[in-house]
C-alpha cells in the first residue's frame, strides 16, 4: 500500500516497476500466453492453421471484463478461468484453440516470467548506472582521506577511493548474477493440469518449444512445484538491497556532526528543527534493506509445494515478489539519487 | 500492492481496513492531533484561548495540497514539516499555536495510534463474529463423528465439536489479548524534537494528559524509541492470522478425497478441470499466516531504534504493520466466509 | 552451536539459561510430569492410592537409559514412547499408573512449561539488576549534558539522564509482560492422544487440576495445538533483546572518535591495530536482538498445528525456542556487564 | 543445542557436518591460514625464505591454549588476537613472520571459505547420492498409477514416476548451483586491517596468490564487507532444504490413511497409541525447510556491514550459517532414509 500512496509512494515506490505488475501489462501477458499457445497449437499441428491464428487474433483483442475477473477471482482463487471463459466466449468455433491442453498456472508463472524479464532490464539498467556514477565519485573524490574504521572505530586511513571500491564491488556481481540467472527465471510454463502436459498427446516438448521461441522465454521442464527459480530471483532482490543498505549506513554514519565525512546537497527538513538536515535518501536504503531481507524469508517458506501444484504457497509469492522487486528499483533509484547529491567525501 | 489489484484485491484484500490507512483518513488523524495540541496548548496558558480554539478551527478546515506533502515527503522523508508548513501559513498570527513543542513522529505516531484503534474495533467486532458462527458450527454439527488425527495420522475417533473447540479456543485469547493491549497501544505520542517535552516548559504531563483525553488515547511517557507496543501489536496480528491459518489447513486437509470430511459449497473453479472445486478460502487462510508469520521479524527488527529517534527503523514500520493490518482483517473475514460455506463437518 | 562453543561459548552463550534447557533437567521434568500423574490418578480413584505413590517412587528413581532413549527419539520422532517404556519395565504391576490416559506431548508441553518458568525466573532476575545498574548509572552520571541525535544527525541537547531513561523504560514493561505472561505459559498439559482427555472417564479436569496443583503450574484447556502462548513468550524474549539492542546500537555509536560520548573499560583488542578498543559488548547486543527477532518469524510459521497435534510445527519450535532463551539471557547478562563497564557518559 | 542433544541430536543433527564447524577443525583452518602466509611472505621476499618456513611450522605444531582462547574471545570478541599472541610467542625472532599484514577477518573468513568447502563436498556427494536413489524408485515403481493433486484436490491420474520426476528435479539444479558457487565462497580473505592489504606494500595481489594455491581457495578481491557470496550460499541451502521439504510434505500427505499411497517401513511409534505408526522423516524435513527458510532472513539482514568492516552483522553469520548447514546436511541424511524405507509407493 505503501508503493503507490499519494505522499509516502514517491520515497518508496517506484512507478515503473509497479507499472510493470498492474492488471493492465500482466493482463497483456495473459494475452501473449495465450496467443502464443493458439499459434503452437496450430504449427504442432493440432488445431487447423487458420483457427489457431484466428484464435490468436481473438485472444489479442478480445474484450476483457475486469468486474468479472475480479468476482471470480474471490471465488476460484484465480483469474484465469474466467479470463479463459471470457476469450472462449468471444472466439466462437475456434475457442478449441484457446488453453487447450494448459492450466491457469501455466498463464499466470509465464506471465511472471515476462515479467520478471522486464523488471531485470530495468535492474540491469540501474545498476549500471549506479556503478557508473560510483565511478564517477571515486575519480572525483577517490584521493580525500578517510579514517577506516572497523567495529565502528577508527582504525587506520584510506582513501575515499578505498571505501567507494567496497561499495562498487559487489554491484558486478548482482550484474552478473542476474544476467545469468535470466535462463532459468524467463522460462515459459507449460504444464497442464498436473504437470504432466499430457493434453499435448507427445507433442509438449514442441509445442512449449514453439511458445517459448514466440515469447523470447526458455523452454525447460514444467516447473509448477519447482519454485528455485523464483527464490532465487528474490535472493538476487535481496542481494542488491542489502549491497545497497550498506551504502545507506555508511553514508548515514559519515553524516553524523563529529564525522562530518560527507556533504550532501538537499536533505530532509524537519518539523521542529529548521537547521537539520535528515540523509533520508541513505536511511532509506537501509529501511529496503531490512524489508527484502525480512521478505525472503516467506518466499523460502513458500518453496513447499505440495503434490502437482500448491495453492497456498503460491499464493504467498504473489504477495510477496512484486513488493521485493519495487523495493529493489527503488532502492537503485535511491542510490543513485543519493549520489548525486554527494557534494564532498572525505575528512 | 496485492490489496488493491483490480482482480485480486477483492481476495487477499479489506476495503474497510485498507480504507483505515488511506492517505485521507491519516491526514483526518494528522489533524485531529493538531488541533488537539492547539486547544491543549490553550488551555495550559501556553497561548492565549482564543487562539488555540482559531488554530484548531484553522487545522481541522484548512486546504492541504497533496501534491506538495508528496513532494516534501520525498525531500523530507515524511509529510509532517510540510503539513505545518501549509497549516501556518493559513493560520496567519495563530501560527503560533500550531506545532508548538511538538516533532513530526509525535503527529505519525499519534496517528499510529488512532489508527491502531479502529483496526483493533474492527478485529474484535470480527473476532466475535466469528467465534459466534464456529459456536453454531459446534451445535448444528458437533456430534457427527471425525477422525481424530495427529501428525497427520489416524489416531482415535473424536467429535466435531471437538475439532472446533480447538479452532475456537484461541480466539477467545486474541480477544482478551487485543483488549488488553489498548492502553499501550492506543497512546498519545508528545515528545518534542528529542523525546524530553522541554519546548513545553514543565507543562509536557499536563498538556499530554489534556491532548490524550481529547483524543480517547492513554497518556504515558513518550514512546519515540520504545516500539515494544508495536511489536506487540503485531505479534498479536500474526498469532491471530496464525489460529486461522490452522482451521484453513485444517480444511483443506479435510476436504482431501478420501477423507471427505467437509462439504463446502460455492469452491474455487479451474481452468482446466471443471470437476474441481478448490478449497481456496482455507489455503489463503494459510497463506495469509505465513505472510503474517515472515513480516512480524521485520517489526522486530525495527525495534531497534538507535539515539531519541531512528529513521530507518520507523520506516520500516510504516512498510509492514498496515499490510500485516489488512492480512489479518482478511483473514477474520475470508474464515467468516468459509465456515457460511460449510454444509456437512464430519464423516 | 555456537552457545557451547569452547570459545565463542562465553561470548554468545549463557551457561545457566544453557543448563535449563540439559537432558538432565529435561528428564527430571518428565519424572515430575510422570510422577504427578501417578499421584493424580490415585488421588482421583482410578489406581488404587498405593499403586500411584509407588509407581511415583519409581519415576522419581528408575534409571533412564539415555543411549536408548536415543535410538528410540530417531525412530519415534520423540524420547517418551521410550521413556514409557523404560518406566514401566521398572514398575512391575504398578505400570498401570504411569503414563495412562497421557500422550508425549502432555510430556514434553509440561516439561516445557516448567522450563519456561524458571528461564522467566532467570530473566526477571536479571531484567531487574540491569534496570537497577541503569538507574545507578542516571544517578551517577544523568547530569551530564548530551547531544541529542535524531535521524543520526545532532539536533538538539540532552543530558545522560534522558538518554538512560530511554533505556530502562522498555525494561520496566517488559517485566511486568513476563509476569502477566506466567498463568498462560507455565500451564499444565494433559490433553491425551487426542486432546480430548478421554482416557480419564470424565475426570480429566479434576486430574489436570491434581497435577498442576503439585507442579506449580496452572491448569486450563488442552494446549496441544492452540501455541499462541509459546508464540507470544517468543515475542517477549524479541522484545527484551530488541530494547538491549537499541542500548547496544546506542553505545557503539558513542563509543565513536569524533562522537566520544563514553568511556568503557576493558573493550576488545584487535589483532592488528594494538591502539583500538572496540565496543564488542554492544555489538552483541545488536546481533542478539537480530538474532531473535530472525527466529521469531520461525515460531510464528510454527502456529499452524495441523489437525489434533502436528509433528512438523512442533519440532520447529524444540530447534528455536531454546535458543532464543539463552540468545535473552546472555543478553541480560552482556547489558549488565556493558553497564559495568561505563566510566563515563555524556560530553 | 538441538543438534548435540543426547536424544535429539540423533534425530535433528548431522555428526560429520557437526565436526566440520568444531572447535578443532576451525583450529586447524587457522593454522592453514597463518602457516600459507608465513611461507607466501617468504615466498614473495617479505620474511627471509627461512623464518618463513619455521614460523610455517611454529604455526603448524604450536600448542593452543583453549582456555585462553575462551577467555580472550569474550574480551576481544573473536579468538585471534590472542591466537596470534599464543604463536607469536612460541615463534621466538620468527614471530615476524606471523600474522603480518593480516588482520582477524582474514583468519576467520578463510577458515570459513574452507569450512563451506568441506560441506559443499559433503552435499554434493548426498545430492547425488539421493538423486540416485530416487531414480531407483521411479525405475522400480515409476509405473504405479497415482491420482494427481493440485490445491489438494484430486486432479487427474499420473504415475508414480510423475511425482518422482518433479522431485529429483530441482536437486540437479543445486548440484549445479552448488558446484558453480565454488570461486565465489570458496575464496581466500586477506585484506589487511582495513581492507587495503597495505601492509603488504604493493605485493598484497602476489601473496594472497600465493596463499590462495597453498589452500587450494580461489584468489579475488577483498570481502571484508561484501558478504553476498555468503548470503548466497546460505540461500542455496535453503533452496535444498526447501526441495526437500516438498519431498517431506508430499511423503506425509500420501501416508495419510484414506489416502494410503505409500508404504514406510519402521515409522514412529506413539507414547498412547501403539497401532500409529508416524512419517517422523517426511515430517522432519518440512520442519528443517521452515527452519532454513526462517533463518535465511537473518544472513540477509548481516548484508548490512558498516565502514571497513562490522562487528554486529558478521557474528550473526557465525551465529545462523553453521546451523543452516547442519540443518541441509541432515535433510539430505534424512531424506535418503525416508526413500529407503519406502516399501510401496502409488496406489
Redesign the interface.
Same mark, same amino acid.
Given at each position: 500500500?505503501?508503493?503507490?500512496? !499519494?505522499?509516502?509512494?514517491?520515497?518508496?515506490g517506484d512507478p515503473a516497476t509497479?507499472d510493470l505488475?498492474s492488471?493492465d501489462a500482466q493482463l497483456c501477458h495473459y494475452r501473449a500466453f495465450e496467443a502464443a499457445l493458439a499459434n503452437a497449437l496450430a504449427a504442432c499441428g493440432h488445431v487447423p492453421a487458420h483457427q489457431g491464428r484466428d484464435a490468436a487474433e481473438v485472444v489479442e483483442r478480445a474484450e476483457i471484463d475486469?468486474a468479472s475477473?475480479? +468476482?471470480?477471482? #474471490? /471465488?476460484?482463487?484465480? %483469474?484465469? !478461468?474466467d479470463f479463459?471463459w471470457q476469450l472462449r466466449s468471444q472466439a466462437g468455433a475456434d475457442a478449441a484453440a484457446i488453453?487447450t491442453g494448459?492450466?491457469?498456472q501455466d498463464?499466470l508463472d509465464t506471465a511472471l516470467a515476462l515479467t520478471l524479464r522486464q523488471v531485470t532490464d530495468m535492474l540491469m539498467d540501474r545498476l549500471q548506472a549506479l556503478d557508473a556514477r560510483l565511478a564517477r565519485l571515486a575519480s572525483e573524490m577517490g584521493d580525500a582521506p578517510l @579514517?577506516? /574504521?572497523?567495529? @565502528?572505530?577508527?582504525? $587506520?586511513p584510506?582513501t575515499v577511493a578505498?571505501?567507494v571500491r567496497?561499495w562498487r564491488?559487489?554491484l558486478r556481481?548482482?550484474m552478473s548474477?542476474l544476467d545469468a540467472s535470466r535462463p /532459468?527465471v524467463e522460462r515459459l510454463q507449460l504444464g497442464? !493440469?498436473?504437470?504432466?502436459r499430457?493434453?499435448f498427446g507427445g507433442d509438449g516438448e514442441r509445442i512449449a518449444a514453439h511458445m517459448a521461441d514466440a515469447l523470447g522465454l526458455s523452454a525447460g !521442464?514444467?516447473?509448477?512445484?519447482?519454485?528455485?527459480a523464483v527464490? +532465487?530471483y528474490a535472493?538476487r532482490l535481496?542481494?542488491i538491497t542489502?549491497?545497497l543498505?550498506?551504502i545507506?549506513?555508511?553514508v548515514? $554514519?559519515m553524516?553524523?556532526?563529529? #564525522?562530518?565525512e560527507i556533504t550532501l546537497t538537499?536533505g530532509?527538513?524537519?518539523?521542529? @528543527?529548521p537547521h537539520?538536515?535528515? %540523509?533520508?535518501l541513505a +536511511?532509506?536504503l537501509?529501511?529496503l534493506?531490512?524489508?527484502?531481507?525480512?521478505?525472503?524469508?516467506?518466499l523460502?517458506?513458500?518453496?513447499?509445494? +505440495?503434490?502437482?501444484?500448491?495453492?497456498?504457497?503460491w499464493?504467498?509469492e504473489? @504477495?510477496?515478489l %512484486?513488493?521485493m522487486s519495487?523495493a529493489t528499483a527503488r532502492a537503485l533509484g535511491a542510490a543513485q539519487d543519493l549520489c548525486s547529491r554527494i557534494e564532498r567525501l572525505g575528512s
Open positions: 500500500m505503501i508503493f503507490d500512496h !499519494p505522499w509516502l509512494g514517491p520515497l518508496f509497479v505488475w492488471a475486469i475477473l475480479a +468476482e471470480a477471482s #474471490l /471465488r476460484d482463487g484465480l %483469474p484465469i !478461468p479463459v488453453h494448459a492450466t491457469s498463464v @579514517m577506516g /574504521r572497523t567495529r @565502528m572505530q577508527a582504525a $587506520l584510506i578505498d571505501r567496497s564491488q559487489p556481481d548482482h548474477g /532459468r497442464g !493440469p498436473v504437470g504432466t499430457h493434453g !521442464p514444467v516447473w509448477h512445484t519447482d519454485r528455485s527464490a +532465487e535472493s535481496s542481494l542489502g549491497s543498505g550498506k545507506g549506513q555508511d548515514a $554514519l553524516a553524523q556532526q563529529g #564525522l562530518d538537499g530532509g527538513g524537519s518539523s521542529a @528543527m537539520k538536515s535528515n %540523509p533520508v +536511511e532509506l537501509v529501511t534493506a531490512r524489508f527484502n531481507a525480512t521478505q525472503l524469508a516467506g523460502h517458506h513458500a518453496l513447499i509445494h +505440495e503434490q502437482e501444484r500448491s495453492g497456498a504457497a499464493m504467498l504473489w @504477495m510477496i %512484486p513488493q519495487v
